[in-house]
C-alpha cells in the first residue's frame, strides 16, 4: 500500500473527460457540416456537369434530326421525280405531317438553348425556314411529276392539288413537265439551299459542342476546388482522431493499464489521468481501506459437482434467489435418467457415474453456453435456459431428442473399455413469463413424473399437461 496515493477526492484537480469531450464534438460537429457542405456542392456540381451534358447531347441530337429531317424529304421527293411512284409522295408528306422529326427537332432546341444560346438557337430556326422554302420547290416539283403521269388530282395530298402552275407549265408536254420536276430538285437553286441549310446545322452542331466543352470545364475547375476542400478537411478529421487517440491514451487507457496492475497487485490505486480516474482512485482507496479487512467481494466461485463439473444443489439454489426478481422469461428443466439404479446394480458404480459424466457432457454441449446446466441430486440434472419461452419449445424438444439418441447408442470407444448400458432421460419442462419462482420448480416436477409414468425417455410440457 501507498500512502501517498490516499488523496481526498475533493482537493483533486485535472483535465475533465466530460470538458475534453464536449470540444472534440463541437470541433467534430463543425468539421461535420463543413464535409457535409462539401459534399453537397461536389453532388451539385456533379448534377450541373451531367444536366449540361445531357442537355446538349439532346441538343446536338436533335440538330442531327433536323437535318435528317429534311434530307429524308429531299430523298422522297427525288425517288418521285425519277419513278413517278405516288408511295414516295405520300411518304413524303407523312414525314411532313405525323413523323415530323424537323419541327420535333427544333422544339428540342428551343427547349435546351432558348435563354442561353440564342444565336445557336436563330442558327437553327434559319436553317428550318431554308428546310421549308425547300418544300415549296419540292411540292412544285410533285405537282409537275403527278401532271405528267397523268394522276389522278383527287388522290393526291392537299398541297399538291393547291399548287398553281404557270400557264406555261401546263401547256408543256408531259416529258416536258417530268424534266422541269428533275431540275426543281436536282438544279442549282435546289442545292445551293441544300447547301445552306447543311452549312448551318454544322455550324449549330460545332456550336454545340464548343458550349458544352466550356461548361463542363468550368464545372470541372468548381468541382476541382470542391475536392480540395474536402481534402483538407478530410486532413483535418485525421488529425482530430491522432489528437482524439493522443488524449484518450493519456487520460484514460494508461490510467486503466495502471489500475488493472495496481489491482492484481492488491495495492492501492495511483492518482492519475483525468479527473473522473483521479476521482475514482481516490475514493476506490477510501473504500478498499475500510473494507480489506472485513471481507473479500471480489472473489466469488460458483460450487461445482466433484464428478461431472455442473454446478451443484448450493449453486442451483443460490440461482433460483438470483433469478427470483428477474424480469426475463425463463424455461426450466428437471430431468432424471431413466432407471439409473439399474444401471449401477447391473454394470458397477464405476460405469454409472461414466453415464452421468456422458449425461453431463452431452447436456453441456447440446444447450448454449449461457443457460445454466446443474447436477441437483444423485441422478437428477437440471437447465436452466434465460430469455427462453414456449417459442422455442421444438428447439428445446430436439435437443432433448438429439441426447437420448446418443445415450441409446454407445461409442466403439465406449464399448472398448468394457459392457455400458444404452439409457436415456426423462424431461419435465415448465415456462415462467418472469423469473424464477416457487410454482416453477412444483410445474417442472408433475411433468418430469407424467414423462416417467409415460413409458420415460422422453419429455413433458407442463402446459401442454394441463391441457
Not at 439404479?341 to 459424466?357: C, E, F, M, P, R
Not at 465406449?414 to 424431461?427: D, I
Amino acid at each position: 500500500m501507498n500512502a501517498s496515493s490516499k488523496n481526498s477526492a475533493g482537493t483533486l484537480k485535472g483535465l475533465r473527460i466530460q470538458t475534453l469531450s464536449l470540444w472534440l464534438v463541437a470541433v467534430t460537429l463543425v468539421i461535420s457540416v463543413m464535409i457535409g457542405f462539401g459534399i453537397v456542392q461536389v453532388m451539385q456540381g456533379y448534377s450541373a456537369l451531367t444536366n449540361q451534358t445531357k442537355k446538349y447531347i439532346f441538343a446536338q441530337e436533335a440538330a442531327g434530326d433536323l437535318l435528317l429531317g429534311s434530307n429524308y424529304l429531299t430523298e422522297q421527293v427525288r425517288l418521285y421525280a425519277m419513278t413517278q411512284d405516288y408511295s414516295y409522295a405520300e411518304a413524303y408528306f407523312a414525314e411532313v405531317h405525323e413523323t415530323r422529326r424537323r419541327d420535333l427537332a427544333l422544339d428540342e432546341l428551343e427547349t435546351h438553348l432558348s435563354g442561353r444560346d440564342e444565336d445557336v438557337l436563330n442558327t437553327s430556326k434559319e436553317a428550318m425556314e431554308l428546310s421549308n422554302e425547300l418544300m415549296v420547290l419540292e411540292i412544285h416539283s410533285m405537282k409537275l411529276v403527278a401532271l405528267s403521269s397523268g394522276a389522278d388530282m383527287g388522290g393526291l395530298a392537299q398541297e399538291i392539288q393547291d399548287y398553281q402552275l404557270t400557264e406555261e407549265e401546263l401547256a408543256s408536254t408531259a416529258q416536258e413537265q417530268a424534266s422541269i420536276a428533275l431540275e426543281l430538285v436536282f438544279g442549282g437553286e435546289y442545292l445551293d439551299m441544300k447547301r445552306q441549310i447543311e452549312e448551318k446545322m454544322s455550324s449549330v452542331t460545332q456550336s454545340v459542342i464548343e458550349i458544352c466543352e466550356k461548361e463542363q470545364t468550368e464545372s470541372q475547375v468548381l468541382m476541382e476546388k470542391a475536392l480540395i476542400r474536402q481534402s483538407i478537411y478530410t486532413v483535418l478529421v485525421v488529425l482530430l482522431v491522432i489528437l482524439s487517440y493522443i488524449m484518450i491514451a493519456i487520460l484514460i487507457l494508461r490510467p486503466i493499464r495502471i489500475y488493472v496492475n495496481c489491482l492484481k497487485n492488491n495495492h492501492f490505486l495511483e492518482i492519475t489521468g483525468a479527473y473522473e480516474f483521479k476521482y475514482l482512485a481516490a475514493t476506490y482507496n477510501n473504500v478498499y481501506e475500510m473494507t480489506m479487512e472485513q471481507q473479500d467481494v471480489l472473489r466469488q466461485k460458483a460450487e461445482r459437482d466433484a464428478l461431472t463439473g455442473l454446478l451443484n444443489r448450493q449453486a442451483f439454489e443460490q440461482l433460483k434467489e438470483q433469478l427470483r426478481n428477474s424480469s426475463d422469461t425463463i424455461a426450466f428443466l428437471l430431468i432424471d435418467v431413466d432407471v439409473f439404479k439399474s444401471i449401477n446394480d447391473t454394470y458397477g458404480h464405476d460405469v454409472g457415474d461414466q453415464a452421468l459424466i456422458k449425461v453431463a457432457k452431452l447436456l453441456e454441449e447440446n444447450f448454449r453456453k449461457a443457460d445454466y446446466v446443474l447436477r441437483i441430486g444423485g441422478d437428477e440434472f437440471a437447465v436452466i435456459m434465460e430469455k427462453t419461452g414456449p417459442d422455442r419449445k421444438q428447439v428445446i424438444s430436439g435437443k432433448i431428442n438429439a441426447i437420448n439418441g446418443l445415450l441409446q447408442h454407445p461409442t466403439e470407444e465406449e464399448l472398448s473399455r468394457g459392457p455400458f448400458p444404452k439409457y436415456s432421460l426423462s424431461v419435465g419442462i415448465a415456462f415462467s413469463e418472469k423469473g424464477f419462482h416457487d410454482e416453477l420448480f412444483q410445474q417442472t416436477d408433475q411433468a418430469l413424473y407424467h414423462t416417467k409414468e409415460n413409458g420415460r425417455c422422453g419429455y413433458t410440457f407442463y402446459d401442454e399437461l394441463k391441457d
